[in-house]
């Protein structure tokens, strides 16, 4: 037939496109398992590689914790011989009192320094659960909001929806603190009052929360500048937001910079609602 007149719609037809239908959904099967086993989305590679940072950061840690137990048992034990000496009758009595204030001062160093230490070994691997964001960000909010009322910035949250987020909890909770942390620092001219907007955009079916400061901008980054890159005021690799990058790299989320500029600057925080499967946009 020509095509002109189309194809006639008799058994003969219906069988023809049932046999193109199952052809075409044998070819789809075999590109989908030909490219999952070649294309791996970027937010899992970066989440692969940056467990392994953790981890083994997590063994260092450990380490490192375990070995400064063995000097924070000598500096004790050096406090209960400060006091014994303060003690003594050849001491002067003016100078007792100022003794005993530092054996205390110190001692007390030592507790909280001990208390930290333990923190440090009860690391555990983390995992993806998931999250109430709105939630997370008011538990945000109220650590910070003492910090910001100290530097009379005033913090505004926009009413988030009711989504939760396929997340690690305590590492996303350090991120997105570190981010509203930068945006209460944040330089800004002295005519200027301080203000941070938390609000939030979707963006493929993941919230993103929008962090905006209206500070000074960062010096020499722009859009999608990677955070490694960003120096600190001592000059070197912002450490804070190293590991917030790698905190959301693992959750299979990310930070970005959206803008910055004299006006401000604006971070992008998503968070993935689900483990997501091949995409290619990220």
């Known amino acids: 037939?020509?095509?002109?007149?189309?194809?006639?719609?008799?058994?003969?037809?219906?069988?023809?496109?049932?046999?193109?239908?199952?052809?075409?959904?044998?070819?789809?099967?075999?590109?989908?398992?030909?490219?999952?086993?070649?294309?791996?989305?970027?937010?899992?590679?970066?989440?692969?590689?940056?467990?392994?940072?953790?981890?083994?950061?997590?063994?260092?840690?450990?380490?490192?914790?375990?070995?400064?137990?063995?000097?924070?048992?000598?500096?004790?034990?050096?406090?209960?011989?400060?006091?014994?000496?303060?003690?003594?009758?050849?001491v002067p009595e003016t100078i007792r009192p100022h003794l005993l204030a530092i054996a205390k001062s110190a001692e007390a160093h030592v507790a909280y320094s001990q208390t930290i230490l333990n923190r440090l070994l009860d690391v555990r691997p983390v995992s993806r659960t998931e999250v109430d964001v709105a939630q997370l960000v008011a538990d945000v909010v109220n650590e910070v909001e003492a910090f910001a009322d100290s530097l009379d910035v005033r913090i505004e949250v926009d009413e988030l929806p009711s989504q939760n987020a396929l997340v690690a909890r305590e590492l996303v909770f350090e991120a997105v603190k570190e981010i509203v942390r930068n945006g209460v620092q944040a330089a800004?001219?002295?005519?200027?009052?301080?203000?941070?907007?938390?609000?939030?955009?979707?963006?493929?079916?993941?919230?993103?929360?929008?962090?905006?400061?209206?500070?000074?901008?960062?010096?020499?980054?722009?859009?999608?500048h990677p955070l490694s890159l960003i120096a600190s005021t001592k000059g070197r690799p912002g450490e804070g937001l190293v590991n917030a990058e790698l905190s959301m790299h693992v959750s299979l989320g990310r930070i970005r910079i959206a803008n910055t500029s004299h006006e401000g600057t604006h971070f992008e925080i998503y968070l993935p609602e689900l483990v997501s499967g091949l995409r290619s946009d990220r």
């Open 1 to 90: 037939m020509s095509n002109r007149q189309g194809l006639i719609e008799d058994e003969a037809s219906e069988v023809f496109v049932r046999h193109v239908r199952a052809e075409f959904a044998f070819f789809e099967s075999m590109i989908f398992k030909e490219l999952s086993a070649r294309w791996t989305a970027k937010e899992k590679k970066a989440s692969r590689k940056a467990a392994d940072v953790i981890e083994g950061s997590d063994i260092r840690l450990r380490a490192i914790a375990h070995s400064l137990g063995q000097p924070l048992l000598g500096l004790s034990a050096e406090m209960v011989a400060l006091k014994t000496v303060a003690q003594r009758r050849d």
């Open 188 to 224: 800004r001219p002295a005519d200027r009052p301080g203000v941070l907007r938390i609000t939030h955009h979707e963006y493929m079916g993941d919230l993103v929360l929008d962090v905006i400061d209206n500070g000074t901008g960062i010096e020499g980054a722009a859009p999608d």
